[in-house]
């Protein structure tokens, strides 16, 4: 759910995402009403996003990045870029990301204005 517009956000996870996810819930022991990932505080019901930032950190930091770079916010960023740069497809990224406005995908994207004038100029009516 998107958190400024309460809105759903569907996103694709990949077979080995999935196959990975059902092995950490079969190990958990999740129930249908757990959370997907519990946080060890028990003030806490789920993993802050500041332990998510955390972990996201040190994944970064494991395969050679520099955590400095790369964050929780920057990485779906990137995806969403990519799939913009591949397509052109201000649309399909505008509905991924579950934004109501293709200005604020356009800013977020960092789209430019000749990016968004060469979109126009090969798309016929």
């Known amino acids: 759910m998107q958190k400024k517009t309460q809105r759903p956000v569907q996103f694709e996870l990949t077979e080995q995402t999935r196959d990975a996810v059902a092995a950490w819930i079969a190990a958990a022991h999740l129930q249908p009403d757990n959370d997907l990932f519990p946080s060890r505080m ?3 019901p789920h993993v802050s996003t500041r332990q998510y930032s955390h972990i996201v950190g040190g994944w970064v930091g494991a395969i050679g990045l520099d955590p400095a770079t790369y964050g929780t916010h920057s ?22 990301l579950g934004r109501t406005k293709l200005e604020t995908t356009v800013r977020y994207l ?16």
């Open 42 to 44: 028990a003030e806490s």
């Open 75 to 96: 990485l779906p960023r990137t995806k969403a870029t990519l799939i913009y740069r591949r397509t052109k497809n201000l649309w399909a990224v505008q509905l991924l």
């Open 110 to 125: 960092g789209i430019e204005v000749d990016d968004a004038l060469e979109i126009a100029e090969q798309t016929e009516v």
